[in-house]
């Protein structure tokens, strides 16, 4: 859910959860926000290399696959937890050495180490490419905080491909991030394609 009025969210919520409730059971709420211009809590700007236009489409949606499939998109979600004591406690140069920019400009470092998050995970140095669409927030809470990785793909080849490359599963090299951060959840969804205003659930043999 998304939206400027957190009581409007709270109720549109509400309906949504009465709605499937004879179906689903909701098992966690996460409450997530927009900090400056789409910057992580570190204060780094998240999502820089997101693909835009035909090729976020390209990237996010499901085409080619027939009926009930073409259309729809595969999710991952994670929440990780940041340690930002530790973060805020390195010198600017350790920190754009951790995530391959530097925060003054956004600017990728081409000397940064090969640790560096924005090494590990350029989308476009797989093969195949491993680009997907990522739309994470920061989120927090009285005694933690950190992002919800949210990203959409056409399958989950490039989130697998991304994550074996950051725990160093190639190489040995391991992703800078886990300097300071962690994740403590992940999950995979498949969000079904929309056929005349309603959900295509065919591929479900519904």
């Not at 989130?159 to 190489?171: N, P, S, T, Y």
């Not at 969804?189 to 591929?203: E, I, K, S």
Request: aromatic share 10%; with cysteine; proline share 4%.
């Amino acid at each position: 859910m998304r939206g400027e009025d957190r009581g409007e969210l709270v109720h549109q919520t509400r309906l949504i959860r009465s709605t499937l409730a004879r179906t689903f059971h909701l098992k966690n709420v996460i409450d997530a926000f927009q900090y400056g211009p789409s910057l992580d809590l570190t204060g780094y700007e998240d999502g820089t290399e997101n693909p835009k236009g035909d090729d976020a489409i390209e990237a996010a949606i499901v085409k080619g696959a027939g009926a009930g499939m073409d259309g729809s998109s595969f999710v991952a979600v994670q929440q990780w937890v940041h340690d930002l004591d530790h973060f805020q406690s390195m010198s600017q140069a350790e920190q754009d050495n951790t995530i391959g920019r530097r925060k003054s400009d956004n600017q990728e470092l081409d000397d940064a180490p090969v640790s560096a998050h924005v090494k590990r995970t350029a989308q476009e140095s797989f093969q195949p490419e491993a680009f997907v669409l990522r739309r994470s927030m920061p989120w927090a809470d009285a005694t933690n905080e950190g992002l919800v990785f949210v990203a959409f793909g056409k399958s989950f080849n490039a989130f697998d491909a991304l994550l074996r490359r950051m725990v160093g599963a190639e190489d040995g090299v391991t992703d800078a991030l886990f300097r300071f951060t962690r994740p403590i959840s992940g999950s995979y969804f498949w969000c079904p394609p929309v056929a005349n205003g309603r959900l295509d659930l065919t591929a479900l043999g519904l």
